[in-house]
């Protein structure tokens, strides 16, 4: 995305999950428009970039005033220096099929949509919600246009079009020549609308009644009942133009990606209803849709984006919709280049297919190698990763790759070209998107878990079965049931370790230096300004990140429980009253008790202002107050002074990672001990059960899941 450097490369194919199927795609669709612009974004400067995004400009000075300039520097260039895998419409065959994937099977004929799922490549994982099957009848090659199909039909069924309708189509690309179609089967009369003449004659085979240019009189063309925008420009005119030839009270639906500052005058004086089509209908951009399969009740969303693309795949099989003319160019992969430079430099360019060859699926190994490894010694620790996205990139990876003696073995990721992006990035031998090529990896000591939540304790019991040192990012676990299994797959000669690094900084080194010189019981204010998360984000899913009590708060939970050097006797906790977990969960006080009368308070609330720092640390003991600034700075309060912390700012990042490395060459116990790490889950489990039982809780006692 930094460049707009088109690449084919090999990559470990996709892994089937439980929703969804593994396809081996026969044809992959170009969309001229969305994928010409993605290229054209991708090749412009920074500052271009800025003033065709302002909205990510503006996401990058909050990130600023949150993170510091340094680490928003860092993330900007990570971002762009990304690998994107483009394409969202294609048709194969299922190879492989989840436990739960709705009936489908190995051997079935499927279309496929789905940005990041239907992309151009050989193999492809789409969840069930975006696979479609092909009627008899239907080519694999017309079913790769199933997803503009549905694009197409959304528009329609956005503006409502009914028998005799009068309908103008604005723009007469793929998917305006597809609404045009659609609307001729649907019985309405068609004005289609573009520059090109070649274009519109094709509108006109396609059965249009009247074409006509952007700049024509448009005598008789008024009144229209309904105004199809599928024009792709910056420029605002397609909509004005609409305005114009649109009927008192009629719709005008936009589908393409124009310019959209109105010229209000025309809208008010007609009381026109303006429609945006969202891309494939109801279930778009909803992760419980697309990612979990949760469908729809067809009583209240008839027509979702699979339901949508169904109807067009029997509009195809009835021949009231043709694809053959759309279908101008065709490439086989190793020509996709070429492919991309024909949408460019071509304009008349219009279904751009890739094609990929029967037996690639059969051919395709999970494993990719990338460069030659040199294996771990006696001398050096043989490291792999499951899971590689920003926070590992940014606060594991480099300290990991600072270091002669760590060698990095192996990365699997869900997906196969970030997994090859990142093997080559930071120096990996090899890519992988099965978990298991990791695990019976000879050359890998040691295996970091960068997953989301409800994986993590899965994969440290299998990791530790497979004899691996595990280090797990934060929380360990999400249920009690998971506990007791990594009791049963601790093998005690291992070192595991969780990403619980606040307690290795250097600050807290310090701090801990100056209260030692107190006696007496231990107070703790632990403030954390925690900042909104979007509703729909996967940590707020019970499943996949457990909400954020168990995903974050777990992090100050240890961080007293070190401080205090005992164990947390009891726990309570109260919250926001809402009918709204995430709501209530985001708003928590806590308060702990250990032993020797050391006690603190957790305070994590997600409605604060982004400007105030993130976290403060303050610890009371016999006289003397220490204060941790958001891990930057560190103030000492003594005999009526105020004193500033003269060590290293930082989380403890490069710390927790050398610790880890250090133990196991020297073959001793990790930094945490394993009934630390579980004692401080447990002490995090009885923040959510003091919630719901509305009383203190001993830890020892909770042994039912948290929820």
Request: charged share 25%; hydrophobic share 40%.
């Amino acid at each position: 995305m930094n460049t707009g450097d088109l690449l084919v490369e090999d990559v470990p194919p996709p892994r089937v999950e439980s929703r969804g199927c593994v396809v081996a795609n026969a044809f992959s669709l170009i969309s001229p428009g969305t994928e010409r612009n993605t290229v054209q974004m991708a090749q412009k400067s920074l500052a271009g970039k800025a003033r065709a995004r302002p909205d990510l400009v503006k996401q990058v000075l909050e990130s600023a005033k949150r993170e510091g300039i340094g680490a928003t520097v860092a993330k900007v260039r990570d971002r762009l220096d990304t690998i994107k895998p483009v394409g969202y419409s294609s048709a194969g065959v299922v190879v492989e099929a989840g436990v739960e994937a709705n009936g489908f099977r190995p051997g079935d004929r499927v279309a496929c949509a789905g940005g990041g799922y239907a992309v151009h490549a050989e193999v492809v994982y789409v969840p069930r919600n975006l696979c479609a099957r092909i009627p008899d009848g239907v080519s694999l090659d017309d079913a790769a246009f199933t997803t503009l199909g549905a694009i197409a039909m959304h528009g329609v069924r956005q503006a409502e079009a009914v028998i005799g309708d009068h309908v103008v189509v604005i723009g007469l690309g793929l998917v305006g020549q597809l609404v045009t179609q659609i609307l001729k089967a649907a019985g309405c009369q068609v004005t289609g609308i573009d520059l090109n003449d070649q274009r519109c004659q094709l509108a006109v085979d396609y059965g249009s009644d009247r074409v006509a240019k952007p700049d024509d009189e448009h005598t008789g063309l008024q009144g229209a009942d309904s105004v199809i925008v599928a024009a792709s420009t910056s420029d605002s005119g397609p909509v004005d133009l609409a305005a114009r030839l649109c009927r008192d009270r009629g719709r005008v639906v936009v589908v393409g990606a124009v310019g959209m500052e109105l010229n209000r005058e025309p809208f008010y004086a007609k009381e026109i209803e303006l429609r945006l089509s969202r891309s494939y209908g109801p279930g778009r951009y909803d992760p419980q849709y697309e990612e979990q399969g949760e469908d729809y009740p067809i009583g209240y969303v008839r027509w979702t984006e699979q339901r949508n693309m169904l109807a067009f795949l029997d509009l195809l099989k009835d021949k009231r919709v043709s694809i053959e003319r759309l279908a101008t160019h065709r490439y086989p992969v190793d020509q996709a280049g070429e492919a991309y430079r024909q949408i460019q430099d071509n304009r008349d360019a219009m279904g751009v297919l890739i094609e990929y060859p029967e037996s690639a699926s059969a051919a395709v190994s999970s494993r990719v190698v990338v460069q030659a490894s040199t294996g771990s010694s006696k001398d050096s620790v043989g490291i792999g990763f499951i899971g590689a996205g920003n926070f590992a990139q940014a606060n594991l990876l480099p300290h990991l790759k600072s270091r002669s003696d760590a060698k990095l073995s192996c990365v699997v990721t869900r997906s196969g070209g970030n997994a090859r992006q990142v093997a080559k990035k930071n120096g990996f031998a090899s890519c992988s998107t099965d978990v298991a090529d990791l695990f019976s990896d000879e050359g890998t000591d040691a295996v970091f878990v960068a997953t989301r939540h409800g994986t993590h304790a899965n994969l440290v019991a299998e990791g530790l079965r497979s004899g691996k040192h595990v280090f797990v990012e934060k929380p360990l676990a999400l249920r009690a049931e998971e506990l007791s299994d990594l009791e049963l797959a601790w093998p005690g000669d291992r070192v595991l370790q969780v990403g619980f690094n606040r307690r290795f900084s250097p600050l807290t080194t310090w701090a801990l230096d100056q209260i030692g010189q107190r006696s007496g019981p231990i107070s703790l204010l632990y403030r954390v300004n925690a900042g909104p998360l979007d509703p729909l984000h996967w940590i707020h899913d019970p499943e996949e990140g457990g909400g954020r009590i168990l995903g974050e708060v777990c992090h100050f939970v240890d961080f007293a429980h070190f401080v205090f050097g005992r164990r947390i006797s009891r726990v309570s906790a109260v919250s926001s009253r809402s009918d709204d977990a995430r709501i209530a969960r985001g708003n928590v006080v806590v308060g702990l008790e250990s032993g020797e009368g050391h006690s603190g308070s957790i305070a994590y609330f997600d409605s604060g202002d982004a400007g105030l720092e993130k976290e403060r640390i303050e610890l009371y003991r016999g006289g003397m107050t220490v204060v941790i600034d958001d891990f930057r700075r560190g103030w000492l309060y003594e005999n009526g002074r105020k004193s500033p912390a003269k060590v290293q700012a930082g989380k403890g990042f490069k710390e927790e990672v050398d610790l880890f490395v250090d133990a196991i060459k020297r073959g001793s116990q990790g930094p945490i001990s394993f009934e630390d790490l579980l004692h401080s889950t447990r002490a995090t489990f009885a923040v959510e059960a003091s919630l719901n039982a509305g009383a203190s809780v001993d830890p020892d006692t909770v042994s039912i899941d948290p929820s």
